[in-house]
Every structure is written in C-alpha cells, then in structure tokens.
C-alpha cells in the first residue's frame, strides 16, 4: 500500500514539473505568418475538422500544403480530429477554416497544453508505471525511483510541453509495444507498436529491433511448429492494424501515394536546420548538400545506416533476450539518428526513450546520454525561450539520477557492462585496465564542455560572419558524443555474455 | 569523482531534497503573482529611493509600507542588488511595474532568502529525534521531517507563486525553535526578538516564548513534583534575556523614536480600520459565526420573524475589504476578538507554567498560541494558517497523536489556501502539489505510526474526503450553474466554512491532548 503512495507521490511530481513547463512559451509564439509546430497542430485540428478525409493530405484552395500541411500518419490526424471536437465545443474560433490561422490566446494555450497533458496521461505514463513495474532484480524503491528518472527526463517534457508536440503519445505506444513483446504478448505488443508507426512515421527507428526480435522468437520456437503459428498471427495483427489506421486511404491508389509521399518527403534534403547527426557535422567541413546529387546522398546515407546496425539486429535475430532487444532498440535507434537521411533534431527522443530503458541497467551512462541528448536540442529550446526551464529540468534529472541510482559509484567495468569486452582485450593487450578510468574522465570532459557551451551560447554573441556558430557547435560536440555511445551501445549487444550463460535469468 | 558526487548530492538525501525543491521553485517562476508582487517592488523602490525618514510617510502607492523596520532594511539591501537588475522598479512612481527581469529578480530574491529556511530546518532535524529510527531512509523520523518542511504546500504557493517573503521568516522562527531545543536560550531568543521586528504576525505566538524562556530558563530548578521552585530564580538570565529584546528594538525602533515618528509607524503597522473577515473569509472561528448569522437570517425570514427592509445589504464576500455587518447575532468588535484570542490563549500559557514539559511542551504552547490567534484574530488572513502548520510539523513526526491532528490540519489549513490562486493555468499545480503533499504526508506519518493505532476514526477520514467533492463542486461544478451570477461568493463561503470545522477541530483535539498529558515528571516515573 505505502508504495503505491509513493508511486502516486513520483508521479504526481512528474504531472507538476510536466504542467510548470508548459506555463513557459511555445515554439513560434507570436511570430507571423509561419508560427510554429504549435500553429501546426493548432492548423491539423482546423484541416481535419472543416475538410473530408479524402482532402487531407491534398493541395487545394482550402489546404495550402506549404502552410503546415498535414505530414504525419493517419493516426495523429485521427487525433488531431478529435482534439477538433473538443475545441469546437469550448470555442468554434479556434478551428474555423482559414479565419483561425495564426490563432493565439490564453485559453487556446491552456487548452492546447491540456490536450498534450490528456495524452501524455493516458497513454505514456501508465507505460512507464507498468515498465518499471515489470523490471525484474531490483527492488520496489528502485523501481519506483527508476519511475522517477524516466518521468523527469527533460528532453521529452520540454519538447512535448515547452515546444510543443505530441510524442508521448507516438513513444508512449513504442513503450507500450516494448512491453508487451517482453513480456512475450506478442500479438498485442505488436499492434500497440504499430499504431506506434501509424502515429508518426519516425517510430520506424525502432522497427528493425522489432521485427528482428519477433523473428527470433518465431526461429527459437522452431519455424516447422510453434514458431511458424506466432509467425503468421504477427503478420496478420500487423496487416490488419495497418489497414485498420489506413482504412480511408485505402479507397484509391491515388490517396495512398499522397499520404506516402508526405509522410517521406525525399526532396526535403539530408538534413534541416541543426541537427547533431553526421551529415550536419560533415558539412561543417564539406558541403556534401551541395555536392553530391540527391539521390547519391539517399544512397549513402541508406549504406550507412544499414551496415551500422546490421551487426546489432543479426546478433538480435539469432539470441533473442529482452534485454538484448532494449540494447538493440538503442543502437539502431541511434544509427539512424546519425546516419539516415532527413533527420530532425527532436528525433533524438526516440534514442531517449530506450536509453530511458535501460536506465536501471546502466545508470551512469544512460545519465551521460540522456543529458547529451537535451543538450543536442539546445538551439531549438534557446529558440523558443526555454532557457530556465531546460536548465532547470535538467539538473532536476541530474540530482535525481545521482541520487536514485549513486551513478558515481557505478563505474566499474563491470556495471559499465564492459567486463566481457574488456577481458577479451586482456587477452591481446594484458595492460588494458584503465577503461572505467577513461570513461570517468571523458564524462567529466563531456559535462564541463556542455555547461561551458550554454554558458558561452547564452552570454555571448556570435561573430557576425558566423551567425549560426554556437549551434552548430553545439551539434558537432553532441555528435562526437553520440559517436562515442553507438560505438559503446555495439560493444555492449556484441559481448553481451550474460544472455548466452544463463538465459533464464534474463528472460 | 567522489568530489562530483558530493557536490551533487549524491548520497546526501537532504541536500537532494533541498535541491529538488529549490529547482521547482525555478520552475514556478512564471506563475500567476498576486498583487503581493507590486507591494514588495513598491517596498523596494520606497526604501532604495527616499530618505529613511520618509519611509512610513509616503503613500503614492495604494500599498504603504506596514512591515516593521527591519524587513524595510531588508528591502533596502535587496534594492541594491535590484539595480542591477532592471533600475526602473526602483522608481517610487513608476506603478504596477513589472518587467521580466525585475520578475526574475523578485521570484530569485524569494528563493536565495529561503537558504536560511533550508538550513533551518537542517538544524531542526538534528534536535529532533522522532519516536523511533526505522531502518530504510524513508521511514526515518528526520527525512520525513525534512520533507514535510522543505516541500510544504502552503509555503510553496504562497510565497513561490502568490508571493510574498515567509520563506526566510519562518526559517527565523524554526531555527529559534531549534536554538531553544538545543538549550541555546539566549540564541533563540535573540532570534525571536528579531524576527518580530521583521513580521510583527509573529507577536502571536510570544507569549509562548515569554513564558517559556521566564519558566524554563531564569528558573534554573523545578521541585520533584515539577512546580516551580521560586528561589531558583536567576536574576541574570532575566536581565540578559530582557538586554537582547532591548538592543534588539533599539537597533530596529530606535531610529524612529529618534526621528519622533513612532506613533506613525505603529498606526502602520497595527491599521484597525480594515473589517473583522478579509474579503475572503480565513477558515476560522469568525467564518462560522458569519455563517450561523446568515443561515439566522435566512430563517427569520423566511419565518417572518426578521422585517426584510432593516436588514443591510452588504454582500460579504464581494472582494472588497469591507465591515460586514450581521442581522441577528451581535456584531464583533476588534475589542471582543482581543478578548477571545486571550480567553483562548491563558489556558495553553498557564499549561506552559505549571505542567512545564521542555521544549516540547513550549512547541506546543507556540501551535496553540498561533491557532488560538488564527481561529479568533481580527482580520485574520488565510495564510497566517501556516504560522501553525510548520511547527506542527516538528511535533508529527515524534507521537501518533500529534501526527492524527497535523495531517488535519495541514491538510485542511492547505485547501483553505486554495482561493489565494484562482487563475485558470495555476488550476492543476495547486492540485497537483496538494494531492503531492497530502499523500505523501500522510502514508509516510501512517508508515512511521503503523504500529499504533490508526491515525483516524471513521469521522475524520469522512470529513477529509470530504474535500474532494468540496473541490469539485466549487471549481468545476459550480462555475457551470445558474448561481455562478447570482451568488457568486458561494464556493467562497463553502470553502471557508467547511475548513473553518477542521482547523476548529484540529485546535480543540490539540487543547484536549495538552491539558490531558501527563507532565514531564510523571511520565518518567512511568
């Protein structure tokens, strides 16, 4: 009973913290005529109340395509119909066609916010819970504290309530599917997956570890048998998911194509804006945007991405463990993050979110990551004036990590999950013992850089010939970091030992 | 490394806790402020601008300054580092001012002043050992201590978003309570006699510390059964004692009894012009007695027994700090509270006295002396109710008995506040932070006292429930009815009165507990 309480007490803590940060503006608050990802939503509600299903995702004289036209799956269309309703009841202003472009008020705000706080409630929280819930091998306070941390991660509250998105919504439905195929109920940890990817196409991230997982599964239980049966329910759920999301578009090939070629808009370019992958680190040195034709760069970028996580999902497909799965979905999520083409800086959430996974794991690096991962958005959150409030949440998770999970005396080799790794390069190098040392210091390093980085991009004024320095700045030392974690992330899935010694114990 | 975990509280539960709170202070940053926020940047820019003599005299803002002089000082040196702030808010004309930097200063200038709130209760923690140690960190006396002051409801939202300076004042106060559990009488006192030079509300509870420092520390010995032995009396105690509170009031009055303006500051700081009940109603014995007047009313009317045209129409809670007027039951003067407060304080000051219990007898004395005030004051607000609540705190922690009547009252006296923020955003962050405190406070006190018998009868845990739907109805209920026009002052009125029963009732169970304990000698024998 007394730790449900406390369980109510940590989550009520991440409701407060969730709702404070929303009293902060909003991405393109007051700024004519584009606005921001907030005028976006606000836009989706109007479209998808005041036109015909079959007009969504077209141009047309009531939908400009230009002005926020809809590019996200069918689902959060769907929910951007409902949350329509809602406000058609409180106030038909908000969604009237063309005349609420650009709408902004107090209430509109409050109710925006509201909607973000519905979902986050309904379906990513409750995850969470039943995520650490589920943790096996620590005790109840660690779960409960681990519940903490992840609902304090800053990278997803600022996004979702100071900038304003929906992706607790997309990565709650991840989690939910997480869940679910860990816990072997596969069918309806798919389905939650795919409506995952039915509410923005970038869940794709994790898809790969997925279905590489799922294979597995189906190949360990024996592909003449069982494993046969498991398979083909799986495809059926998915099939009938999609077509289920999708059934409006299905009527005409025509409609499926548009929808499609919204959700991948190749002719966007590799990357936008600032983002810390490696195409924008590269092109400090080599335009490659420039240089190379388009669709080379789709190619490259596609060879990539692939042959960094090819060795991750065959190790994934061939010993199937839930703990593997959590590490893998890590590790693809990030080489696609660095690597594939049209990346934005917000898809750094979808690494977060494993990270978040395996936080109990290994508390100090998943620290490590996830405050590399705000720091990444920093000139996002800089530009929407988020400033107090990021640096605020981030040493709020900071205090609460260190607290929870004392990571400062977590960096042995051995719960750096290193000890496999490291013995075998004892092996060729007998004097190779200074590895948790090595890492300590690049930690210590990498914080120093990133408060110094704020400091200098908050205090100071970039050179007028290098307007964009300290942003780009910013995303080349959270590559270097990023880099640094891929490489780590892989060492980790390929000498993972405890799986193969004493599955039982992991499964 | 080690050096990194230290510094960021790694381990260290307490700074953790302190940290944490002081974070989401931050974060409340650009919350709703009431008009408290331009009384105090009218204080700054009275203090920074005009010569000291001038300062209890000057009046273009609405809101004079009616702090004693110390926390006018306290004002003047926070203006000096204001400056650098934003140099506009310091101007005396410049009305209603408020730029985002000098918000930033004002929300920052609250939290850095909480430091002495924080180590104060670093050093109430030491002196109080609670009943027993369990073993985990989380059932131990001194961390639920520390939690129930450091993330306080009613402190957070009424001074981090209402805003106003308590913080500090009451880190004062508990740490002269700390001093005086530590056997530092003189420290306490001195403490004491400067905090009541920086908020005079605090008067309330010093008869408290009169009889206290008179009883326990100038009389050095008690006779076996525990009254006082008078040839123990120490003449240089009482001497030493009175010396402090003198050079204390000299250092802060002196000034102005040289500057012959006195009686000027005085009518400042004591305005009897205002009416019995704020303009909403505090929860205390007065709401109920306007209450009972107007239900009276209501039936002699309706029994014909009352002429409808000599009945004044004042509506009482319409906003405006104004005399309420009863119908049937006679009006209260200021000269009537005084005397109930008094009636109501004797019998807690005589206990002190006679039944003299240590410290914790004295804590005791405080509570009463704070509630007694708050339950029959004149012109009491809502937020002196938190003048009972923090050191009740250091009392739940150490017998179940006292734990059962601070959840109530803590409980109650925090959704008493709940009116103090009425703005639409701030809705579920006082919501939010309530039902965070309320749960917390009251599984953690139950954990601790679980071997005891439950905390409440059947009767108490109606009525706290009760708060739910009370909360409902006013704020999402009622806004929604025909009678949200026509009386609007109703949820109001409910919330006082409905609270006003639990405060009522937290004081009397409290009376009952210390006029019924045994004293100190008694229980020792046992």
Redesign the interface.
């Known amino acids: 009973?007394?730790k449900w309480?406390?369980m109510?007490?940590v989550v009520?803590?991440g409701?407060?913290?969730r709702?404070?940060?929303s009293?902060?503006s909003y991405s393109g608050a007051g700024k004519p005529p584009m606005f921001g990802d907030y005028e976006a939503q606000r836009h989706w509600q109007e479209i998808t109340f005041n036109l015909p299903v079959k007009q969504w995702y077209f141009n047309s004289s009531d939908n400009n395509l230009q002005y926020w036209g809809l590019d996200y799956p069918p689902l959060t269309a769907y929910h951007s119909l409902l949350c329509a309703y809602v406000a058609k009841f409180i106030n038909p202003d908000w969604i009237a066609l063309h005349s609420s472009r650009g709408y902004e008020s107090?209430?509109h705000k409050?109710f925006m916010r509201t909607t973000v706080?519905i979902a986050d409630l309904l379906i990513y929280i409750p995850a969470v819970i039943l995520y650490c819930c589920c943790l096996k091998e620590i005790s109840t306070?660690k779960k409960i504290a681990n519940v903490l941390c992840i609902l304090l991660y800053p990278g997803l509250i600022l996004i979702d309530y100071g900038h304003f998105q929906y992706n607790s919504v997309s990565l709650g439905f991840a989690l939910w599917g997480v869940l679910g195929v860990s816990c072997d109920w596969d069918l309806l940890g798919s389905l939650a997956f795919c409506l995952a990817i039915n509410y923005k196409q970038m869940e794709l991230y994790h898809s790969l570890p997925f279905f590489c997982f799922l294979l597995g599964k189906c190949f360990k239980k024996g592909l003449k048998g069982e494993g046969f049966v498991l398979l083909i329910k799986l495809s059926c759920t998915v099939v009938a998911s999609f077509i289920l999301c999708w059934l409006p578009f299905f009527t005409e090939r025509e409609q499926t194509m548009q929808v499609l070629r919204r959700l991948f808009p190749v002719d966007r370019g590799l990357f936008e804006d600032k983002v810390a992958n490696i195409w924008c680190s590269v092109s400090i040195f080599l335009k490659i945007k420039d240089i190379l034709p388009r669709h080379i760069q789709i190619i490259i970028s596609f060879c990539f991405t692939f042959l960094s996580l090819l060795p991750a999902c065959i190790k994934l497909t061939l010993k199937p463990s839930p703990r593997g799965f959590r590490f893998t979905l890590v590790s693809c999520a990030l080489s696609f993050f660095l690597f594939s083409f049209q990346v934005h800086e917000k898809s750094i959430l979808l690494v977060s979110l494993p990270v978040c996974l395996v936080l109990s794991e290994i508390p100090f690096m998943s620290t490590w990551f996830l405050l590399v991962s705000t720091f990444s958005m920093l000139p996002l959150l800089l530009k929407d004036e988020l400033l107090?409030?990021s640096v605020?949440?981030t040493?709020?998770f900071?205090?609460?990590c260190?607290?929870s999970f004392?990571?400062?005396?977590k960096?042995s080799e051995e719960e750096l999950q290193l000890k496999s790794f490291s013995i075998s390069v004892r092996k060729y190098l007998p004097c190779f013992t200074f590895l948790p040392r090595i890492i300590?210091y690049l930690f210590?390093t990498s914080v120093f850089t990133m408060v110094l980085l704020t400091l200098i991009t908050v205090t100071l004024e970039p050179p007028q010939k290098l307007p964009d320095l300290f942003s780009v700045l910013v995303c080349f030392l959270s590559c270097l970091n990023f880099l640094f974690f891929l490489v780590y992330f892989n060492i980790i899935i390929m000498w993972d030992s405890k799986n193969g010694r004493n599955p039982k114990k992991t499964n | 490394m080690a050096a990194v975990g230290i510094a960021t509280g790694g381990g260290n539960w307490f700074s953790a806790l302190a940290l944490g709170v002081t974070l989401l202070k931050c974060l409340l940053i650009p919350t709703y402020h009431s008009t408290d926020f331009e009384v105090h940047r009218n204080w700054l820019a009275i203090t920074h601008s005009l010569p000291v003599s001038q300062w209890y005299y000057e009046a273009t803002s609405e809101w004079t300054l009616d702090y004693p002089p110390f926390f006018a000082w306290f004002e003047y040196a926070l203006s000096h580092v204001a400056k650098y702030f934003d140099q506009e808010m310091l101007n005396v004309h410049n009305l209603n001012y408020s730029s985002s930097r000098t918000l930033l200063f004002q929300r920052f200038s609250v939290i850095f002043t909480d430091v002495l709130f924080v180590y104060a209760i670093h050093e109430c923690c030491k002196c109080i050992d609670g009943k027993k140690a369990g073993k985990e960190l989380t059932e131990k006396p001194k961390f639920i201590l520390s939690v129930l002051l450091l993330w306080n409801f009613g402190l957070l939202i009424v001074d981090h978003i209402h805003f106003q300076y308590n913080g500090f004042l009451f880190g004062l106060m508990l740490l002269s309570v700390a001093r005086l559990f530590q056997k530092r009488h003189m420290e306490g006192a001195f403490l004491f006699a400067v905090l009541l030079h920086f908020k005079h509300i605090y008067l309330y509870v010093a008869p408290a510390y009169g009889i206290y420092l008179l009883r326990s520390y100038c009389f050095t010995a008690n006779k076996p059964d525990g009254s006082v032995r008078w040839n123990s009396f120490s003449f240089v105690r009482l001497i030493s004692l009175g010396l402090i509170v003198f050079l204390v009031s000299a250092l802060s009055l002196g000034p102005f009894l040289a500057l012959n303006q006195l009686p000027q500051v005085l009518s400042r700081l004591f305005p009897f012009k205002r009416g019995l009940c704020h303009a909403y109603w505090a929860p205390n014995f007065w709401a109920l007695y306007n209450a009972l007047d107007k239900v009276l009313s209501i039936i002699g009317l309706k029994l014909k027994l009352l002429d409808p045209n000599k009945i004044p129409k004042a509506s009482m809670t319409s906003g405006l700090v104004q005399q309420f007027q009863h119908t049937v039951l006679p009006s209260v003067t200021p000269l009537a509270t005084l005397i109930c407060t008094l009636m109501a304080i004797l019998p807690s000051v005589f206990c002190l006295w006679f039944k003299p219990q240590g410290p914790r007898g004295f804590l005791r004395c405080l509570i009463l002396c704070a509630l007694s005030s708050f339950l029959f004051g004149w012109h009491v607000h809502e937020k002196a109710i938190l003048l009972a609540v923090l050191p009740m705190s250091l009392l739940s922690v150490g017998k179940a008995g006292d734990a059962s009547i601070f959840l109530i009252l803590s409980t109650t006296g925090h959704y008493s506040l709940f009116p103090l923020l009425f703005t639409a955003p701030e809705l579920p962050i006082k919501i939010l932070l309530m039902l965070l405190f309320t749960i917390y406070s009251i599984s953690s006190l139950k954990t601790l006292f679980r071997k005891e018998k439950p905390l409440f009868n059947w009767m108490e845990t109606f009525y706290l429930f009760g708060l739910g739907p009370l909360e409902v109805f006013c704020e999402f209920v009622f806004p929604f009815t025909s009678w949200k026009l026509k009386y609007p002052f109703i949820p109001l009125l409910l919330t006082s009165v409905y609270c006003a029963v639990g405060i009522t009732y937290a004081w009397f169970k409290l009376y009952v507990s210390v006029l019924t304990d045994p004293s100190v000698s008694k229980t020792k024998k046992q």
């Open positions: 009973m007394e309480n406390l109510a007490v009520l803590l409701l407060t913290v709702w404070t940060v009293l902060n107090q209430a409050l706080l306070k107090i409030p605020v949440t040493m709020a900071f205090i609460a260190a607290t004392s990571i400062f005396e960096t300590q210590l």
